[in-house]
T-cell receptor, first 113, second 112 residues
Framework: NAGVTQTPKFRILKIGQSMTLQCTQDMNHNYMYWYRQDPGMGLKLIYYSVGAGITDKGEVPNGYNVSRSTTEDFPLRLELAAPSQTSVYFC????????????FGQGTRLTVV | GESVGLHLPTLSVQEGDNSIINCAYSNSASDYFIWYKQESGKGPQFIIDIRSNMDKRQGQRVTVLLNKTVKHLSLQIAATQPGDSAVYFCAESKGGGFKTIFGAGTRLFVKA
């Protein structure tokens, strides 16, 4: 039981490049989330999903897209990387609608130069 | 958003002492209040939660207290150990995990 797995762990992107952050969970959780954690700031919700095929915007969705074709996978897509997207990205999943006892991945540290 | 990192509130305690980490929340309509622990270079880890209709909940070496009158949440760690050194976040949830708001973290240092 690996929990929530994120890849890659580190990435440097040039302005305007695109990339996909991968997230997979093996706990059969319906609820999945993407957060970003900026230096000097707390966690902000980017997108979330309540089940396969259903996604919605969080607090800071601009510049990102997500998809949820399976229960296990919830990739986050950056289309045109900007320096403001330099951050640490965390994927999380939970079994309850309340979102308590969420399980987080190890994070992806992204730098846009 | 709240600031963490360089301007993170810190708490320094002696190993074996009890720690109390405080948090003020903003939404009196929140359903759940949650504490997470984040060690350096890792993702947040769930510690304990409390429903809004409760005042106290105990876990293993941890107790969460909720004072709705003054919108205050605290996490008490008994017999603090070096492995407890981390950043602790409180969070509040209203209507689902997609509405979970994370508060400012507190960095806990445990002195041996």
């Amino acid at each position: 039981n690996a929990g929530v797995t994120q890849t890659p762990k580190f990435r440097i992107l040039k302005i305007g490049q695109s990339m996909t952050l991968q997230c997979t969970q093996d706990m059969n959780h319906n609820y999945m989330y993407w957060y970003r954690q900026d230096p000097g700031m707390g966690l902000k919700l980017i997108y979330y999903s309540v089940g396969a095929g259903i996604t919605d915007k969080g607090e800071v969705p601009n510049g990102y897209n997500v998809s949820r074709s399976t229960t296990e996978d919830f990739p986050l897509r950056l289309e045109l990387a900007a320096p403001s997207q330099t951050s640490v990205y965390f994927c999380a999943s939970s079994y309850s609608r309340q979102g308590t006892e969420a399980f987080f991945g190890q994070g992806t540290r992204l730098t846009v130069v | 958003g709240e600031s963490v990192g360089l301007h993170l509130p810190t708490l320094s305690v002696q190993e074996g002492d009890n720690s109390i980490i405080n948090c003020a929340y903003s939404n009196s309509a929140s359903d759940y209040f949650i504490w997470y622990k984040q060690e350096s270079g890792k993702g947040p880890q769930f510690i304990i939660d409390i429903r809004s209709n409760m005042d106290k909940r105990q876990g293993q070496r941890v107790t969460v207290l909720l004072n709705k009158t003054v919108k205050h949440l605290s996490l008490q760690i008994a017999a603090t150990q070096p492995g407890d050194s981390a950043v602790y976040f409180c969070a509040e949830s209203k209507g689902g995990g997609f509405k979970t708001i994370f508060g400012a973290g507190t960095r806990l240092f445990v002195k041996a």
